[in-house]
């Protein structure tokens, strides 16, 4: 049982680039998120999934998308990445199918990822 | 006004110590209230939820001032392992609001 497990681990990018973040979980959850992580602010919500088929933003949508492949796989797109994009993302998922709920997360590693 | 404010700290406290620390919110309607730890370079793990009328798993006791609109978390006889930044987590309009986290350092 591997839990919530992300693709790479690290990327460098140049403004411009493409590239797509990986994500999957084991535990037969509903929800899916995606998160980034910057120095000194909480973790904020890009996109979410609250069951497959289905996809919202959150609160920094702008230069991102994603695809809920199916249950499990929940994939994170930069389509021009810029500096700005430059952060650790976190994919994580949660048992109840509902918004952004309140129900227990669980996280991938995190991917660092740096635009030059 | 951040809607949810943490001390980054860090605060250092040796081996054994007791120590707290607080989380304010702003949105008064936020029902549910969690405090996640986050080890240097890895992902964030629930420590515990933090119910109306507080809780306490092991050394940990988290509790809900509702009135104040913040919650606690209280670590007694403090190991090295406790070294981890802590993070708030409020639901907001059925949002869960991240705080930047409290960044603690045991000493031994």
């Known amino acids: 049982n591997a839990g919530v497990t992300q693709t790479p681990k690290f990327q460098v990018l140049k403004t411009g680039q493409s590239m797509t973040l990986q994500c999957a979980q084991d535990?037969?959850?509903?929800?899916m998120y995606w998160y980034r992580q910057d120095p000194g602010m909480g973790l904020r919500l890009i996109y979410y999934?609250?069951?497959?088929?289905?996809?919202d933003k959150g609160e920094v949508p702008n230069g991102y998308n994603v695809s809920r492949l199916n249950k499990r796989e929940f994939s994170l797109r930069l389509e021009s990445a810029a500096p700005s994009q430059t952060s650790v993302y976190f994919c994580?998922?949660?048992?109840?199918?509902?918004?952004?709920?309140?129900?227990?997360?669980?996280f991938g590693p995190g991917t660092r990822l740096t635009v030059l | 006004r951040k809607e949810v404010e943490q001390d980054p700290g860090p605060f250092n406290v040796p081996e054994g110590a007791t120590v707290a620390f607080n989380c304010t919110y702003s949105n008064s309607a936020s029902q549910s209230f969690f405090w996640y730890r986050q080890d240097c370079r890895k992902e964030p793990k629930l420590l515990m939820s933090v119910y109306s009328s507080g809780n306490e798993d092991g050394r940990f006791t988290a509790q809900l001032n509702r009135a104040s609109q913040y919650i606690s978390l209280l670590i007694r006889d403090s190991k090295l392992s406790d070294s981890a930044t802590y993070l708030c987590?409020?639901?907001?309009?059925?949002?869960?609001?991240w705080g930047a986290g409290t960044k603690l350092i045991i000493k031994p």
């Open positions: 994580a998922s949660s048992e109840v199918a509902a918004g952004p709920s309140t129900d227990t997360q669980y």
């Open positions: 999934s609250a069951s497959e088929g289905t996809t």
């Open positions: 535990m037969n959850h509903n929800s």
């Open positions: 987590v409020v639901d907001s309009n059925y949002q869960l609001i």
